[in-house]
């Protein structure tokens, strides 16, 4: 999936004449590159402008229409079809070890989807996409119709209660007004504001609804935001959103198997004991599916801001809407692939950096996932060209194409469960791309420690603008908090956004195995996110008509990649990691009492650490400079320093979800980012004997973590300071 951030209402004015600016400025040697030394960094520097010469707007666009050719749903013969096609590839490109994985997962594919409206009118529900103009693709018979991963199977006759978002305090809103919706049915909208429908699916469980719809109303992705498909970006009337309501944010992968991996032949807990299947049917809706049941309802008006874009009174229901839902499942165990590659390192063989993207797409997947697997292909393509040359990097860079993740994170999930201890020792970090383009602005987010290596890099690629990558993410940032009236200036240290929540396939590696995670995508105005209209005639129209950012992601993405697998000492910033972490620890006290927590002991240690990485920074720095550094020396140093990571993660996990064992980094419900994950919630439950326990795991690693970066400082100065200085 990845999650729909807010739209930016205008693209950025690319100014076409730019784009005869000679390139050479970005063709330049390196003189200095984060973690490497000067003569590294020259060298470094050659190999990415060879490297970044390879990849073409022409193959990415070639690569895009293969994935985009036919339905390629997790589970799929198409998907399946497609793993074999791209290890196929791999191994033309000259990747090595290229395996297909299988896990056997709980499957969840609809065997039938019906909705009528019964009362007071006949409607029959058409749950189907209808095709437009000059779209061939929307003819295709594969099409599905609506339907939610993981919904129950069953059936209902009962009234229909508009909820709004379906957010909690909805309900509550619902309840002063007098409306039960015990063994109703629910019919609420995608985001306003946003939450994982899989969270208005749980909301609507627990309130004892009978089943849920959830519908795209114009106002958040259709006509109300602009030009509909075929004219425009956004969503036209008949588009679906479809999507899983799989309870992943209580421990994703295969609802079976949690904590370990649904190879062939595992073990498996009962159905009923599993905590991430939902136990309510639902339905997504278009709005022209949407609009005569919300037409038809009675009740109280709707609260002005639960108003939608349709020409209609939006009205609570509960009486003369009564709808008939009838959903049949079929939860066979199924087969997911995980494709598998690598080029083996030079030097490190045993230093990894993990890429990957997922391949499974609701429907075409024209921005998600495909443009991330065309991207992936291209970055492959040009690695292993380089490789076949003589150019090897100096670690292993892995690749994988995820399955499922749609579903639950599936592929992922169960690939970094089985590989977990394997992945502790070796991996020095995970770089995600799953929409790798749906407009020109880029999102770059990466746990602090890796922030600044991101905005460095930025700073090396050129934007199809004409501009730096780095200048046109500065711009775009700033618009994007103009527009929603965020007060913080763009700065080199908040550029990269630093809150990782869930939603994607990085969450099993930095959650579950305490590796550092780095996630791009370019954006801009998308309205058809899950439909069938989200395919190869929407991207050559309004996403990416040219290629050039999907061309620009493999650039960056193999850049970030090959700096980190060429660097001499890992460019980790823990100073950063530092100032990100106080300031989490800041917002815990925003407008609430804490007085009955000290946070005193937990700022103390912050600033131990801060200090401990400056100083490893500053020694870093300093042996960088004087040039070679043993290898040896090296291998402790990065060691210790793939560790820090690590040793964020308290194997209890946070409380009452022992899945999710990071302590600075977990996501909500919703699927938001929330920072400190166990300590934050104790606060926000006011318990506070849970907080303090929080606060003391929190001080503890931070104790750890100091004096590991201290033990590290020491030994790179044991060999780099001249004796009497
Ligand atoms: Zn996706």
Same mark, same amino acid.
């Given at each position: 999936m990845?999650?729909?951030?807010?739209?930016?209402?205008?693209?950025?004015?690319?100014c076409f004449?730019?784009?005869a600016l000679?390139?050479?400025l970005f063709?330049?040697?390196? $003189?200095?590159?984060?973690?490497f030394?000067?003569s590294?960094?020259?060298?470094e520097g050659?190999?990415?402008?060879?490297?970044?010469a *390879?990849p073409?707007?022409d193959e990415e666009?070639?690569q895009?229409?293969?994935?985009?050719?036919e339905?390629?749903?997790?589970g799929?013969a198409?998907?399946?079809?497609?793993?074999?096609?791209?290890a196929d590839?791999?191994?033309?490109?000259?990747?090595?070890d290229v395996?297909i994985?299988r896990?056997?997962?709980?499957g969840?594919n609809?065997?039938?989807t019906?909705?009528e409206?019964?009362?007071p009118?006949h409607y029959?529900?058409i749950? &189907?996409?209808?095709?437009?103009p000059?779209?061939?693709?929307?003819k295709n018979?594969s099409?599905?119709?609506a339907?939610s991963?993981?919904?129950?199977?069953g059936e209902?006759?009962?009234?229909?209660v508009y909820? %709004?978002s +379906?957010?909690p305090?909805?309900?509550?809103?619902?309840?002063?007004q007098?409306?039960?919706?015990k063994?109703k049915v629910?019919?609420?909208?995608y985001?306003n504001p946003?939450?994982?429908?899989? @969270?208005?699916?749980?909301t609507?469980? &627990?309130e004892?609804?009978?089943?849920?719809?959830?519908?795209?109303?114009?106002a958040?992705?259709g006509f109300?935001k602009?030009?509909?498909?075929?004219?425009?970006?956004?969503g036209?009337e008949y588009?679906i /959103?479809?999507?899983a *309501?799989?309870?992943d944010f209580?421990?994703?992968?295969d609802?079976?198997t949690?904590?370990w991996?649904?190879?062939?032949?595992?073990?498996?807990i009962p159905?009923?004991?599993?905590?991430?299947?939902?136990k309510?049917?639902?339905?997504?809706?278009?709005?022209?599916?949407?609009k005569?049941?919300l037409?038809n309802?009675?009740g109280? #008006?709707a609260?002005d801001?639960w108003?939608g874009g349709?020409?209609i009174?939006y009205?609570?229901g509960?009486?003369r809407?009564r709808?008939?839902?009838?959903i049949e499942?079929?939860?066979?165990?199924?087969?997911?692939?995980?494709v598998?590659?690598?080029?083996?390192?030079?030097q490190?063989?045993d230093e990894w950096?993990v890429?990957g993207?997922?391949?499974d797409?609701?429907?075409?997947g024209g921005?998600?996932?495909?443009? +991330?697997?065309?991207?992936?292909?291209?970055?492959t393509?040009a690695?292993?060209?380089l490789a076949k040359?003589?150019t090897?990097?100096?670690?292993t860079?892995?690749?994988?194409?995820?399955d +499922?993740?749609?579903v639950?994170?599936?592929g992922?999930?169960?690939?970094?469960?089985?590989?977990?201890?394997?992945l502790?020792?070796?991996?020095?970090?995970?770089?995600n791309v799953?929409?790798?383009?749906?407009?020109p602005?880029?999102?770059g987010?990466?746990?602090?420690?890796?922030a600044p290596?991101?905005?460095?890099?930025s700073?090396t690629l050129?934007?199809?603008?004409g501009k730096s990558?780095?200048?046109?993410w500065?711009e775009s940032?700033? &618009?994007?908090r103009?527009?929603?009236?965020q007060?913080?200036?763009? $700065?080199?240290?908040n550029?990269?956004?630093?809150?990782i929540g869930?939603g994607s !396939? %990085?969450t099993?590696f930095?959650?579950f195995?305490?590796?550092p995670v780095?996630g791009? /995508?370019? !954006?801009?105005?998308y309205?058809?996110?899950?439909?069938?209209y989200?395919?190869? @005639?929407?991207?050559?129209h309004y996403?990416d008509p040219?290629y050039?950012?999907?061309?620009?992601?493999?650039?960056?993405?193999?850049?970030?990649?090959l700096?980190l697998?060429n660097?001499?000492l890992?460019?980790?910033d823990f100073?950063s990691?530092?100032s990100?972490? &106080?300031?989490f620890v800041?917002?815990?006290?925003?407008?609430?009492?804490?007085s009955?927590?000290d946070?005193k002991?937990?700022l103390d240690?912050?600033?131990?650490?801060e200090?401990?990485?400056?100083?490893? !920074?500053?020694s870093a720095?300093r042996?960088l400079?004087?040039g070679a *550094?043993?290898?040896?020396?090296?291998?402790t140093?990065?060691? +210790?320093t793939? /560790? #820090?990571?690590?040793?964020?993660?308290?194997p209890?996990g946070?409380?009452g979800r022992?899945? @999710?064992?990071? *302590?600075?980094y977990?996501?909500? @419900?919703?699927?938001?980012h929330?920072?400190?994950?166990?300590?934050?919630?104790a606060?926000?439950?006011q318990?506070?004997?849970?907080?303090?326990q /929080?606060?003391?795991?929190?001080?503890?690693a931070?104790a750890?973590?100091t004096k590991?970066?201290?033990q590290?400082n020491?030994?790179l100065?044991?060999?780099?300071?001249a004796p009497?200085?």
């Amino acid at each position: 999936m990845s999650l729909p951030r807010p739209m930016l209402s205008s693209t950025s004015a690319v100014c076409f004449l730019a784009l005869a600016l000679p390139s050479l400025l970005f063709a330049q040697a390196q $003189t200095s590159i984060l973690g490497f030394t000067p003569s590294a960094a020259a060298r470094e520097g050659e190999i990415e402008n060879k490297f970044k010469a *390879i990849p073409s707007p022409d193959e990415e666009r070639r690569q895009h229409h293969i994935f985009t050719a036919e339905p390629h749903v997790a589970g799929s013969a198409r998907n399946n079809e497609l793993a074999r096609y791209i290890a196929d590839q791999w191994r033309n490109e000259g990747l090595e070890d290229v395996v297909i994985r299988r896990y056997d997962v709980y499957g969840s594919n609809p065997k039938s989807t019906f909705l009528e409206m019964t009362a007071p009118v006949h409607y029959r529900a058409i749950l &189907r996409e209808l095709p437009v103009p000059g779209d061939p693709d929307l003819k295709n018979k594969s099409i599905s119709s609506a339907w939610s991963g993981m919904s129950a199977s069953g059936e209902v006759t009962a009234p229909l209660v508009y909820a %709004h978002s +379906g957010n909690p305090e909805d309900y509550e809103l619902l309840r002063k007004q007098g409306i039960d919706v015990k063994g109703k049915v629910v019919l609420v909208r995608y985001s306003n504001p946003y939450s994982y429908r899989g @969270f208005k699916a749980l909301t609507a469980e &627990r309130e004892g609804a009978a089943a849920l719809l959830i519908y795209s109303d114009p106002a958040e992705d259709g006509f109300k935001k602009g030009q509909v498909v075929p004219k425009g970006p956004w969503g036209p009337e008949y588009h679906i /959103q479809r999507g899983a *309501i799989t309870y992943d944010f209580m421990v994703p992968g295969d609802p079976l198997t949690p904590g370990w991996a649904s190879v062939p032949g595992a073990k498996r807990i009962p159905v009923e004991e599993a905590v991430s299947i939902p136990k309510i049917m639902a339905l997504p809706l278009s709005w022209h599916d949407a609009k005569p049941l919300l037409a038809n309802m009675d009740g109280p #008006v709707a609260p002005d801001d639960w108003q939608g874009g349709l020409p209609i009174k939006y009205h609570l229901g509960g009486q003369r809407v009564r709808v008939h839902v009838k959903i049949e499942m079929d939860n066979s165990t199924q087969p997911y692939y995980v494709v598998e590659g690598r080029i083996r390192g030079a030097q490190l063989p045993d230093e990894w950096i993990v890429l990957g993207n997922h391949r499974d797409a609701w429907v075409f997947g024209g921005v998600d996932p495909s443009s +991330g697997t065309a991207s992936m292909m291209e970055l492959t393509r040009a690695l292993g060209k380089l490789a076949k040359a003589g150019t090897r990097p100096r670690r292993t860079v892995v690749f994988c194409s995820w399955d +499922g993740e749609e579903v639950g994170l599936t592929g992922s999930t169960e690939w970094g469960e089985q590989f977990a201890d394997e992945l502790r020792k070796k991996a020095v970090a995970y770089l995600n791309v799953d929409s790798s383009t749906s407009g020109p602005n880029l999102h770059g987010q990466a746990v602090a420690s890796l922030a600044p290596m991101l905005v460095e890099t930025s700073r090396t690629l050129k934007d199809p603008s004409g501009k730096s990558l780095y200048e046109a993410w500065k711009e775009s940032s700033a &618009r994007e908090r103009r527009e929603t009236k965020q007060s913080e200036e763009v $700065t080199d240290s908040n550029l990269a956004d630093t809150r990782i929540g869930s939603g994607s !396939d %990085h969450t099993v590696f930095l959650n579950f195995v305490g590796m550092p995670v780095l996630g791009l /995508q370019f !954006d801009g105005p998308y309205g058809v996110y899950h439909s069938a209209y989200d395919d190869f @005639f929407w991207m050559n129209h309004y996403g990416d008509p040219g290629y050039r950012y999907h061309t620009l992601m493999s650039q960056l993405w193999g850049v970030l990649a090959l700096r980190l697998a060429n660097a001499d000492l890992l460019p980790f910033d823990f100073a950063s990691y530092a100032s990100n972490i &106080r300031q989490f620890v800041n917002e815990l006290s925003k407008g609430k009492d804490l007085s009955s927590l000290d946070l005193k002991p937990i700022l103390d240690a912050i600033d131990d650490f801060e200090i401990a990485g400056k100083r490893l !920074d500053q020694s870093a720095n300093r042996a960088l400079a004087a040039g070679a *550094i043993d290898p040896k020396l090296a291998a402790t140093i990065n060691h +210790g320093t793939m /560790q #820090v990571e690590r040793n964020w993660l308290n194997p209890d996990g946070i409380p009452g979800r022992p899945w @999710f064992k990071h *302590i600075l980094y977990g996501a909500r @419900f919703t699927y938001a980012h929330l920072e400190l994950p166990g300590l934050t919630e104790a606060v926000e439950k006011q318990d506070w004997a849970t907080a303090k326990q /929080q606060a003391e795991i929190l001080r503890q690693a931070l104790a750890n973590n100091t004096k590991l970066v201290n033990q590290l400082n020491d030994s790179l100065n044991g060999d780099t300071v001249a004796p009497g200085e």
